[in-house]
Every structure is written in C-alpha cells, then in structure tokens.
C-alpha cells in the first residue's frame, strides 16, 4: 500500500515570494508522482507529473517539482507566486504496475497575500 | 475538449429520497472514476469503470450504486443516505491505455450534496 504526506497543512507567503510545498510518499513498489491543484469550488486538475526520465518536472505555469528518490520526496516550487495561485494543492501517487488507482495526501492550502 | 461535466451542481436530499448524479465525457476516455470529497479533505476513491465495466469499487456502502450506460456517461444513484454522506462528489475520466497508472484524470466541478 503506499501513503502520501504533505507536511504543511496550511502555507501563507505573500505575492512575488518564492514556495515550497512539500510532499512525501511510503511505498513498496515503484510508483509515478503527481501534482493536483484545486481552486475554489471547482474539481482538480493536473499540475504536473513524473512518470520517468528527468527528475525535474515543470509546468506550464511556472511550477516544477523535482522527484528524489532517496529521500521519498516529490516537492513543488514556484520561484514567485501571483494571486491565482491561491489553491488547495494535493500530492498523489499511483503504483507503476498498478490500476488506475491515486492515493492522495491531505492537501496544503496555499494563501497569497497582496 | 478536455471537459467532464456533471449535474447537478448542488443537491439536497432527505434520508427517504432516491436521486441520481449524472458525469458526461466526451474525450473518448474509456475509465471513469467517481470520487468523495468531505470539506477540507482529499478526493477518496469511490468506484472505476473501465470499458464500462466496473473494475474497483472501494468497499462503498450499497445505498450508492454505480452504473455505466455508455462510453460516455457514468451515474451514481443514491438512496436512503445518511446525513455524514453529505460532500462534493466528483466525477473524473483517464484514457484508459496501456499505461493507466500513469494517465491524467479529468475532473469535473463536482456535485455538492446535502443530505438532510
């Protein structure tokens, strides 16, 4: 089985500063990592993912994470965030071999304040 | 068109009644996914269908049934629910190829439910 922990419940910055929302899986297979974001009253969509290949990922909106698979971690960045990017944002895993199945963390709330 | 619609968007239902919630893709996805929301939570797994045949089912409670007309269309029919059922029901679609673990899901906006 596997488990997704995303550390911070809760990150506030203020617009134009840098983030990290961090996330951490437990798993006994190998598995792909992905990044969802959720705006108010809306569903999820996609931010980014990892399947193989660099371990960098980017989005199209100036977010990366990078997969490191010694320490289990899959963090995101954004080296300055806008207003917009207020959010919920959930870290996911799903096993490499398996159905098509995402184990969900708990989700950080992202806040810009102006 | 990368669009998963559902309807309603808001229900309120009392224990006794029976309703249905409707997702609609037309990406030519061939797995769907409904999901449980509770507010401030991450999505929980509730039912796949892949090739409109119902492939996970969580262990949800019998008072929710799935069903897959069609490529395109999943409904989830409800009755005699209970109040702590009350959540943002999402509904999501995948391509459903040869690599599954690895595909996007599509959401859609969801379906928030009031059981009273």
């Known amino acids: 089985a596997q488990s997704v922990t995303q550390l911070d419940s809760q990150v506030p910055v203020f617009e134009e500063a840098p983030v990290e929302l961090r996330c951490n899986y437990s798993?006994?297979?190998?598995?792909?990592l992905f990044w969802y974001v959720q705006y108010p009253n809306q569903g999820l969509q996609l931010l980014l993912k990892y399947l193989s290949g660099s371990t960098l990922v980017e989005s199209i909106n100036g977010f990366e994470a990078e997969f490191n698979k010694s320490q289990t971690s899959f963090h995101l960045r954004k080296p300055s965030v806008h207003i917009s990017d207020t959010a919920e944002y959930f870290c996911?895993?799903?096993?490499?071999?398996?159905?098509?199945?995402?184990?969900f963390g708990q989700g950080t709330r992202l806040t810009i304040n102006p | 068109d990368t669009e998963v619609t559902q309807t309603p968007k808001h229900l309120v239902m009392g224990m006794t009644n029976k309703k249905s919630l409707k997702c609609e893709q037309h990406m030519g996805h061939r797995a769907m996914y409904w999901y449980k929301q509770k507010a401030k939570k991450p999505p929980e797994l509730m039912f796949v269908y892949s090739y409109e045949k119902l492939s996970i089912n969580e262990s949800v409670p019998s008072r929710f049934s799935p069903e897959c007309p069609n490529s395109s269309l999943l409904n989830l029919h409800l009755h005699a629910l209970q109040p702590e059922d009350s959540a943002l029901y999402l509904c999501?679609?995948?391509?459903?190829?040869?690599?599954?673990?690895?595909?996007?899901?599509?959401f859609g906006p969801g379906t928030r439910l009031l059981v009273l």
């Open positions: 996911a895993v799903s096993e490499i071999q398996g159905a098509q199945k995402l184990v």
């Open positions: 798993s006994s297979v190998s598995v792909y």
């Open positions: 999501a679609s995948s391509h459903s190829g040869t690599n599954p673990g690895g595909e996007t899901q599509y």
